[in-house]
């Protein structure tokens, strides 16, 4: 059993950064596509960003220009840099893999972030 570990999440005045982080007990981000998704109180969670095995990345285009995912195989963890943070970026974030090949998925608890004055 795979465990996902998030961390990094905080409060941040608008315009600030924040890096997540997203920790796995296995070796799992190597063969597989790790995603970032986010939820805020009362919306449906969504995809922030994504890293395939190959390295390629893709962004909502809320967050694109302002956030970047990236992907260390040796210490086998993901990043989300955010930057520009904006209020509505506020939400609790998410570190996901989907098993390639198969149905069984892998989330993290969640980290909470908060951008306020």
């Known amino acids: 059993q795979v465990q996902l570990v998030e961390s990094g999440g905080g409060l941040v005045q608008p315009g600030g950064s924040l890096r997540l982080s997203c920790a796995a007990s296995?070796?799992?981000?190597?063969?597989?596509?790790v995603d970032w998704y986010r939820q805020a109180p009362g919306k449906e969670r969504g995809l922030v960003a994504t890293?395939?095995?190959?390295?390629?990345?893709n962004y909502a285009d809320s967050v694109k220009g302002r956030f970047s995912i990236s992907r260390d195989i040796a210490k086998n963890t993901v990043e989300l840099r955010m930057n520009s943070l904006k209020p509505e970026d506020t939400a609790v974030y998410y570190c996901?893999?989907?098993?390639?090949?198969?149905?069984?998925?892998?989330w993290g608890q969640g980290t909470q972030v908060t951008v306020s004055s």
């Open positions: 996901h893999v989907r098993v390639v090949g198969t149905n069984i998925d892998y």
């Open positions: 296995g070796r799992i981000f190597s063969s597989n596509r």
């Open positions: 890293i395939s095995t190959a390295g390629m990345t």
